[in-house]
Structures are given as C-alpha cells and as structure tokens.
C-alpha cells in the first residue's frame, strides 16, 4: 500500500446530491492533490494544496469544493454534479509541492473513489 | 504548450517476451519525467523518474531511456510476466512545475 487511503471507493449520485469524498495520507507528507481520470483521457489536475493552504485550482468548476483541514486530510465536496462529472478521482500527496523540494517529489496515489453521476 | 501522448493505446504481448511502451512529448524543457503503473480498481504505482539531465534510469527487469532533444521516452520491460498486465502512464514534469500526463498504454501479458 502507499499509504494514501481514499474513502468512499464507490460512489453513485443523482444530480441533486451532495457528497464529500475523503483522502488520508500516512506519510508526513505537506502537499496533497486531486486529480480526475476520466476513461481514455490523461489525468487532470483539480486542486493543489501545500500546508493546507490551497495553492492552485485548475479552472475547476465550483460544484467541486476543496478542503484540507490539516496536512493529512483532503476532502473534495460534491454538489448538483453532471453526469460528465463521472469518473475516477485520484488523491495524491508528496512530500513537498513540486519546484520546493531537493528534487521533484514523486507523487504517492490513493486507489482513487469511482464516481458515477446519474 | 506541453502534451504528452502515448502509442499504442494498447498492447497484448505473449509472456517472456520483451516489449517497449513509448512516451513523446512536445516541449523538451522539462524537469524530469516519469512512468507509473495502474492496476484496475488502484492507484497510480511510480516506477521510474528521470531527471532531466539524465539518459536512463533501471529497476529490476525495468529500463526508462530519456532523450529530451527528440522528445521521446521508452520503457522496457524484460522477459515480461502476466504480473506486468496494467496501464503505464507516463507524465513529464515542465517548466512550469506541472505536471502533463499521457492516457496511458494498457498492457496485457498473455500466459
């Protein structure tokens, strides 16, 4: 395991739900990402946070709601989602945000929370 | 701006063989690149990383070549194994910190 644990790993939503997926890291690690892997597609960069302060939002929609209330915990809230919206959501973490360590970090995964919007 | 791509899509090889997975990419300033591993229902595994100012890195029966100046990265894999069967992604680190990624190759390594 890489000591990235994602929970729900399945989720299914109406477009009128609210929901909140949740990311642990058991690293030490100081940055933590979310990322969209929609099928066939290169991943897509959500929401970077470093010291739990919110560093970069790739142009994300704002029915996609980041928080990270501390250095282990990233949370991504869901709301009046579209079906396009479905897919798998990858948490990550590294031990610094990428340009401020010795090198550039490799990035540790969660299994990631398949979603599917109805 | 910086894309990645991955060819093939898809790959089925039959098992001991040794096969290449290739990675280009259009912009050669970047910081370094890597290759991961998905296996369906997980995460993505980071196999290799290759800075910028090296050729080649190895692990096990693994070998990632970089040549920053045509764009081009490949990974091999030697005497592969039913084990092996997963997507490879491959994503460069640019200028810019960010990370681009491919859509990946997904492997089969037939019995």
């Known amino acids: 395991e890489t000591g990235v644990t994602q929970t729900p790993r399945h989720l299914v939503m109406g477009m009128t739900n609210k929901k909140s997926l949740k990311c642990e890291q058991h690293l030490g690690h100081n940055a933590m990402y979310w990322y969209k892997q929609s099928a066939k597609k290169p991943l897509e960069l959500m929401f970077v946070y470093s010291l739990e302060e919110r560093v970069e939002n790739n142009s994300v929609p704002s029915r996609f709601s980041p928080e990270c209330p501390n250095s282990s915990h990233l949370f991504l809230h869901l709301h009046t989602l579209q079906p396009e919206d479905s897919a798998l959501y990858l948490c990550a973490s590294s031990q610094e945000r990428w340009g401020y360590g010795r090198g550039q970090e490799t990035q540790y995964f969660g299994p990631g929370t398949r979603l599917l919007v109805l | 701006k910086q894309e990645v791509t991955q060819i093939p899509a898809a790959l089925s090889v039959p098992e001991g063989e040794n096969l290449v997975l290739n990675c280009s990419f259009t912009?050669?300033?970047?910081?370094?690149l890597q290759w991961f591993r998905q296996d369906p229902g997980k995460g993505l595994t980071s196999l290799l990383l290759?800075?910028?100012s090296q050729r080649e890195q190895t692990s096990g029966r693994l070998n990632a070549s970089l040549d920053k100046s045509s764009g081009r990265s490949t990974l091999y894999i030697a005497a592969s194994q039913p084990g092996d069967s997963a997507t490879y992604l491959c994503?460069?680190?640019?200028?810019?910190?960010?990370?681009?990624w491919g859509a990946g190759t997904k492997l089969i390594i037939k019995p």
């Open positions: 912009d050669s300033a970047i910081y370094n």
């Open positions: 994503a460069v680190m640019d200028s810019n910190y960010q990370l681009i």
């Open positions: 290759i800075q910028s």
